[in-house]
């Protein structure tokens, strides 16, 4: 509760936690990527510390996920499955985006509309859709034939990708905690923070453009609505890019800013480092998602 305390005064302050704090922060953020937050899955980590154990408990959620899609999912119950077990693949892709191709040569929207809204509303995914023209009104300008299909739990999330295994082991799992074991961490981060955003209370968009002018295609992680002080407190978009690595490039931000100057308030980059501000730019360690 102290550090919960630390880490919204920092950032109601604009100012960086000492080294151990964030780095306490930083430690519990990956903890809890792992984990996840199931009640079942955090009280069997609080009693044993062992992710194994945390591992066998998360899939019998996800066991009884499968049996209350087959319960109550109704004549889009096939459909539900395909979408829930697509999830992990379609994440691995760079640009994250849910192919409907993926779950059929000729599945369309209109066939799976319901499954989607389905698994949405049941919180077992946290869907984010592409808003074509960066308004403040974002819902206005939705795109429901391109969307970002999240897990609803990013412990979950991480259980599904490994279950070929017929048991994760906690030593796989501190060698994920710590680096040593190459995984897509930035699927599992861009997962996180969509997480803590639809606890927030946030509807989930993004901005995606392709185009042969390269000053035009660019992709925006998420897109918020808050008010910006350089405009009277009137409500602005405020784009937000994830980053998993301590080094990156804000090139799709830059570009972004640049097109949509007027309608743009504060920009956030989510990082693996300390907070530091930039202008109308602000800094912030992932494990502070939740306080936008």
Not at 89 to 97: A, F, I, P, Y
Not at 205 to 223: G, K
Request: hydrophobic share 35%; proline share 3%; charged share 30%.
């Amino acid at each position: 509760e102290l550090l919960a305390d630390a880490i919204r005064q920092s950032f109601a302050d604009r100012q960086a936690m000492s080294p151990l704090l964030d780095n306490k922060a930083e430690r519990l953020f990956r903890e809890y990527m792992l984990v996840g937050g199931m009640p079942q899955a955090i009280e069997r980590y609080l009693e044993t510390s062992d992710m194994g154990n945390v591992d066998r408990v998360k899939r019998q959620i996800l066991r009884l996920y499968a049996q209350d899609i087959e319960k109550y999912g109704g004549d889009s119950k096939e459909r539900v499955k395909r979408i829930f077990d697509e999830i992990p693949g379609q994440l691995s892709k760079h640009e994250k985006k849910f192919t409907l191709s993926s779950l059929g040569e000729n599945a369309r929207e209109r066939e799976y509309g319901d499954a989607f809204f389905w698994l949405d509303e049941s919180f077992l995914i946290n869907r984010c859709m592409n808003a074509t023209d960066p308004h403040v009104g974002l819902r206005l300008h939705q795109e429901d034939s391109t969307m970002k299909c999240y897990m609803g739990d990013t412990g979950l999330l991480v259980t599904q990708v490994f279950a070929d295994r017929a048991y994760t082991s906690n030593e796989l799992y501190r060698d994920i905690l710590f680096g040593k074991l190459e995984v897509n961490e930035g699927m599992l981060v861009e997962n996180a923070i969509a997480q803590q955003f639809r606890a927030s209370g946030h509807r989930l968009f993004f901005y995606s453009r392709y185009s042969r002018q390269a000053e035009d295609r660019m992709e925006i992680d998420f897109l918020l609505i808050g008010e910006y002080s350089n405009a009277a407190m009137k409500a602005r978009v405020c784009p937000v890019e994830v980053k998993s690595t301590k080094r990156y490039k804000t090139t799709s931000l830059d570009k972004f800013k640049n097109k949509f100057d007027s309608r743009v308030g504060m920009q956030y980059v989510l990082h693996p480092r300390p907070m530091r501000v930039e202008g109308d730019r602000l800094y912030l360690p992932l494990y502070m998602a939740h306080c936008l």
